[in-house]
């Protein structure tokens, strides 16, 4: 089902009358910004200098972009709140940014980044909300529906320890708070940011890429552009994106450390033009690509830069089977419906092609996507097989279906998926040989599968043996 203007309603429309108010009122704000930005700084200085110093050295300060463009409480904003004569708000949004930077705004807002608290911790809310027609965005859903609660308590394999916690009785108990759902998952998913009056946030702090904010508005650019320098050369680095994309289920970060490109930029990356203007970046300013050169920027206009992270893609490599890249939130419901887009997946690679051609022949570029396109097929024929393996077991009632978390098929098939199978199309998605066949290949098939088959084996044994038993 196509999402209802949810992205037109929230961004295309908010942010033209954000930009004609900028526009039209443009020379009183900044005369009354001037004032104010003198203000803050003056009492800032003092109470926060590290915040004060941030700005100071960002191109914002140099273009006299000051606290209160950022912090202005819009008039419908409920998270605003007065402070020392102004109303201000603790979580500039997406829509702040876009009174200057709109078309990055609007490529966000296509990407995954963007969705992804609702795609990640906060679905069974999402789904929720949308069974009883409510609009997942407003505050009133929220106070409604408790989305940080029903992250807390559902047992689904969005929160793989929920199936134990189950198990033994602490998944609804009140005195577990479960908090490692606010302290991981959301931090980098996003929260549901709820205001509660005076300037009180629920769900606060949080910088997370998919944050759900007060004024109706989803992300947060800060993920990326750390607060408040917002340096590019910062955003540009690997270790910006390592905040998120590491550990066991989804270990970019470490299979880039690994890869050939990672080796160069560990030995040289300091040397690099990280400053170059954002159209301008070209293979004379960085040795070897970052996460920003393949995913985001034109490196010297082969491509268009964007801040959709994925349109470069052609497989999805973190779902249960691969497919080729899904249709946009601009035209389906990506929360809840997934539809595989072909000819979407094969202009991105094309795309993330002319971006390898810059620094390697054709013939290498193309025979390592051939590679890799094999090794996607070869994951996929496992997770098939373990798929069906599980099937079995419920249906011959080895195991029980009511909690799909709690015995071992069932972890196994869960790690096949969510760990060893990711970090085996990963590794071999960004050259990392180790991450690809020892920690994603061997551990799938001969630690989880193996464990997973052997399991079963013994249940049947034994449910032959009591079968027996009860005959005589």
Known sequence: MLLRGVLELVYKIKISSLLFMFIVFLPFNIVFAEEVKDSCVKCHADVTPGIIKQWQESKHSAMDVGCFTCHEAKKNDPSGYEHNGFKITAVPSPLTCAQCHSKEVEEYAKSKHVWAAFMGPLKPYYVKAKEMQLDPLKQETAKKLDPERMAKTTLSPLFPDSGILEKIGFLDDPQYHHNNVN????????????????????????????????????????????????????????????????????????????????????????????????????????????????????????????????????????????????????????????????????????????????????????????????????????????????????????????????????????????????????????????????????????????????DIEMRRRIKALESENDKK
């Open 183 to 454: 302290l991981g998952c959301i931090q980098c998913h996003g929260s549901f940011i709820v205001a509660e009056g005076d300037g009180k946030l629920k769900g606060w702090p949080n910088a997370g890429v998919g944050r759900i904010n007060p004024d109706g508005s989803m992300g947060s650019c800060t993920a990326c552009h750390p607060r408040h320098k917002f340096s590019v050369a910062e955003a540009r680095k690997p270790e910006v994106c390592g905040q998120c994309h590491l550990g066991p289920d989804h270990p970019q970060h470490e299979i880039y450390e690994e890869s050939k490109h990672g080796n160069i930029y560990a030995a040289s990356g300091e040397e690099w033009n990280w400053t170059a203007p954002v159209d301008e970046w070209r293979p004379e300013d960085a040795a070897a690509p970052t996460c920003a050169v393949c995913h985001m920027s034109g490196f010297g206009g082969v491509v268009a830069s964007t801040h959709n992270v994925s349109e470069r893609l052609y497989w999805e490599l973190q779902p249960k089977k691969s497919v080729p890249q899904w249709k946009g939130p601009d035209e389906v419901d990506i929360v809840t419906e997934r539809i595989p887009d072909r000819k979407k997946a094969e202009k991105g690679r094309a795309q993330m092609k002319k971006i390898c051609y810059q620094c390697h022949s054709r013939q290498w570029a193309d025979n390592y996507f051939i590679e890799f396109d094999k090794v996607v097929s070869d994951y996929n024929m496992v997770w098939e097989y373990t798929d069906n393996l599980l099937a079995e077991a419920y249906e011959e009632g080895l195991i029980d279906k009511s909690n799909p978390l709690d015995e071992t098929p069932e972890i196994m098939h869960y790690l096949v998926w969510h760990h060893d199978g990711r970090r085996w199309r990963m590794g071999a998605s960004m050259m990392g040989p180790d991450w690809t066949h020892w920690n994603g290949a061997v551990d799938a098939i001969m630690n989880k599968l193996g464990t997973m088959i052997n």
